[in-house]
């Protein structure tokens, strides 16, 4: 049995680690730089459960092993599913349509991201949908959805609550990188810092929030998550019966990216 301090190994692809009333979740596929297969995202998600249901546990951090917090997802294995296979799962995601187990939470504790190299796509997402973030320095950010034609609505909604401008429609269109510091100028992020401060920095607003009343805190997470994830449920709405995971577009992407070449769009 697992201490309070000490690692536990029960996941595939994250490592749980207990350090006093936090928690550290650590996306653990550094050779594919954190690429979320099924098995991680279904790992993150019940990690995140586990947490939340822990009495002990008060706060999160949320990061990555090796060179990048969440380069998107596995293409091979979500994108290039069958076209029968994705109209029959209903899109990349399968039966693991759980994407964000922080909107699922029971507890409403505090979970803050602390993002490294990459967070792309899948990755994007999942640090916007903690409560604060603290990326190191260069971070690159990346809706990548708009590009393998599935449009990522819900990630301009994330970054519109955030930013509350303009920004979020341009990395929506454009589906252009952008760097931690231009996230913080937006109000994405909460701290830039060098890689080597990131835990550590990460670890002193828990200690912050650990100063205060724990059943206040949740109070506060709880309203903060409700606004975003509203919104978000309706942009799936609006956006589920297009359909796009069954276009000729988002094949094409996802075989170009394998490929390694230019894709051809043809509207279809």
């Known amino acids: 049995m697992a201490t309070r301090d000490s ?11 207990k350090k006093g009333a936090v928690c550290h ?14 098995q991680l995202v279904e790992d993150v998600n019940d990690a995140l459960f586990e947490f939340d249901a822990d009495a002990e546990l008060k706060v999160a951090i949320l990061s990555g092993a090796g060179r990048a917090f969440c380069s998107g997802a596995d293409v091979q294995q979500r994108q290039l599913r069958t076209r029968e296979e994705l109209k029959r799962l209903g899109g990349p995601a399968g039966r693991r349509s759980r994407e964000n187990g922080l909107a ?12 490294h190299g990459y967070a792309l796509g899948l990755g994007y997402s999942l640090s916007q949908s903690c409560d604060l973030v603290v990326a190191a320095e260069g971070t690159k950010f990346q809706i990548r959805e ?3 034609g599935l449009g990522g609505g819900q ?3 994330a970054t519109w609550f955030w930013t509350g401008s303009r920004f979020a429609n341009e990395v929506a269109l454009t589906g252009r990188m952008f760097t ?5 100028r937006h109000g994405m992020v909460n701290r830039v810092v060098p890689t080597a401060e990131m835990i550590p920095t990460a670890e002193a607003l828990a200690a912050e929030i650990l100063e205060n009343p724990p059943l206040a805190v949740r ?4 309203v903060m998550r409700w606004f975003v994830n509203e919104m978000q449920r309706q942009s799936r709405y609006y956006t589920q019966g297009l ?6 577009d988002f094949q094409e992407s996802a075989r170009a990216f394998v490929d390694k070449r230019k894709a051809v769009f043809k509207g279809r």
Do not use: G
């Open 7 to 17: 690692a536990t190994t029960k996941f595939e692809t994250v490592r749980y680690e």
């Open 146 to 148: 708009v590009q393998r």
């Open 104 to 115: 699922d939470a029971v507890n409403w504790k505090p979970v803050i991201a602390a993002v």
């Open 219 to 222: 109070a506060n997470v709880r």
């Open 243 to 248: 359909a796009l995971h069954l276009s000729d």
């Open 180 to 184: 931690a510091e231009e996230a913080l």
């Open 155 to 157: 990630h301009w909604v």
């Open 25 to 38: 979740i650590i996306l653990n596929r550094p050779e594919k730089l954190n690429a979320a297969n099924d």
